[in-house]
């Protein structure tokens, strides 16, 4: 019986404001078998660092990323920032 490990990005979302949603899979794996698994998800924001993402996301993230998105993010973002401040 061997056990093995594996880590995989299974599901990958871009959300309509430009953020892409991943969705990691740690699998335990016994002959062939999966016999335990788990979820870890996080989210990567238009302009966030994701040099460090799996290559797929990257290249997703590369992608969606462009120079428009990244500045309506930020804008949406001020925005946010400016009607929380005004209370």
């Given at each position: 019986?061997a056990?093995?490990?594996?880590?995989?990005?299974?599901?990958?979302?871009?959300?309509?404001?430009?953020?892409?949603?991943?969705?990691?899979?740690?699998?335990?794996?016994?002959?062939?078998?999966?016999?335990?698994?788990?979820?870890?998800?996080?989210?990567?924001?238009?302009?966030?660092?994701?040099?460090?993402?799996?290559?797929?996301?990257?290249?997703?993230?590369?992608?969606?990323?462009?120079?428009?998105?990244?500045?309506?993010?930020?804008?949406?973002?001020?925005?946010?920032?400016?009607?929380?401040?005004?209370?």
């Amino acid at each position: 019986m061997a056990l093995e490990k594996q880590t995989v990005v299974d599901k990958i979302e871009v959300t309509e404001m430009g953020h892409v949603q991943v969705r990691t899979a740690t699998r335990i794996v016994e002959d062939g078998n999966v016999i335990s698994q788990s979820y870890h998800r996080h989210v990567v924001a238009p302009g966030q660092d994701y040099s460090n993402e799996d290559p797929k996301v990257q290249g997703i993230c590369s992608a969606v990323h462009t120079a428009e998105t990244v500045s309506a993010y930020e804008a949406f973002v001020a925005a946010q920032q400016n009607e929380m401040g005004a209370e």
